[in-house]
């Protein structure tokens, strides 16, 4: 098992990183909740450091933990990412992939606009309406949705309907990218139990396999532009 390493961020908010000192970074961006609470480890972006960073040790991924994680103060949240975007640029990475789950893909898509940032892969994102998606102009906006996605009464989720709806309208920019539908995924791939423990959820693989392909091809991209 890969080592992580925490670091802090220049926002007061948290980074494990595994793969340190690779030119490239994956930035994996937490959900949120309407409550004001201290920021977590997601269930989701640990489960998938923890099963791709061996298999792309030219990848360094970074979790990041924000300092409050509620979509109410998203500008602080937004502030956590640009601020690993930041580590990336002064540790000399060549280019980032911003990873946003849940309410990580608006603040993913909010910083999206930063010099290190190559763009943006969504899992089951939340792109409100009203959030500018500017950042994403020459960029890549990717998205993954679990097909039985619902949000439910005390029960976080994101309606792949919704995510579609953003994708069009950053299609509608002129942005490149692609959407995928899981079969039978839910919201991420996985939770945590109180023990602190993954668990991880149906259909996880597929999770796995589709942000696999994602970095594949962030990594061809990058050593493409590299040549030129």
Same mark, same amino acid.
């Given at each position: 098992?890969?080592?992580?390493?925490?670091? /802090?961020l220049?926002?007061?908010?948290?980074?494990?990183?595994?793969?340190e000192?690779?030119?490239?970074?994956?930035?994996?961006?937490?959900?949120?909740?309407?409550k004001h609470?201290?920021?977590?480890?997601?269930a989701?972006?640990?489960?998938?450091?923890?099963?791709?960073?061996?298999?792309?040790?030219?990848?360094?991924?970074?979790?990041?933990?924000?300092?409050?994680?509620?979509?109410?103060?998203?500008?602080?949240?937004?502030?956590?990412?640009?601020?690993?975007?930041d580590?990336?640029?002064?540790?000399?990475?060549?280019?980032?992939?911003?990873v946003?789950?849940?309410?990580?893909?608006?603040?993913?898509?909010?910083?999206?606009?930063?010099?290190?940032?190559?763009?943006?892969?969504?899992?089951?994102?939340w792109?409100?309406?009203?959030?500018?998606?500017d950042?994403?102009?020459?960029?890549?906006?990717?998205?993954?949705?679990?097909a039985w996605d619902r949000?439910?009464?005390g029960?976080?989720?994101?309606?792949p309907?919704?995510?579609?709806?953003?994708?069009?309208?950053? /299609?509608?920019?002129?942005v490149e990218?692609?959407y995928?539908?899981i079969?039978?995924?839910?919201?991420?791939?996985?939770?945590?139990?109180?023990s602190?423990?993954?668990v991880?959820l149906?259909?996880?693989r597929?999770?796995?396999?589709?942000?696999g392909a994602?970095?594949?091809?962030?990594?061809?991209?990058?050593?493409?532009?590299r040549?030129?």
């Amino acid at each position: 098992m890969i080592t992580a390493r925490v670091r /802090q961020l220049a926002s007061g908010a948290e980074a494990r990183i595994r793969n340190e000192g690779a030119s490239l970074w994956a930035i994996l961006v937490n959900g949120g909740t309407a409550k004001h609470v201290p920021g977590t480890w997601s269930a989701t972006s640990e489960l998938l450091a923890v099963e791709l960073a061996p298999r792309f040790p030219g990848i360094c991924f970074v979790e990041v933990r924000y300092r409050v994680k509620t979509w109410k103060e998203l500008d602080s949240c937004m502030a956590d990412a640009a601020s690993a975007l930041d580590l990336a640029y002064a540790d000399g990475a060549q280019d980032a992939l911003l990873v946003g789950f849940s309410m990580g893909g608006a603040v993913s898509i909010g910083v999206a606009g930063h010099d290190a940032a190559a763009g943006v892969f969504g899992l089951a994102p939340w792109i409100p309406g009203q959030l500018s998606l500017d950042g994403l102009r020459g960029k890549r906006l990717d998205v993954v949705h679990g097909a039985w996605d619902r949000y439910l009464p005390g029960v976080p989720g994101v309606s792949p309907a919704s995510s579609r709806a953003g994708f069009e309208r950053a /299609q509608a920019l002129g942005v490149e990218g692609t959407y995928t539908l899981i079969p039978g995924g839910l919201h991420g791939c996985a939770v945590r139990a109180s023990s602190g423990r993954l668990v991880r959820l149906p259909r996880w693989r597929r999770w796995v396999e589709r942000v696999g392909a994602g970095l594949e091809g962030f990594q061809t991209s990058a050593s493409l532009r590299r040549s030129s």
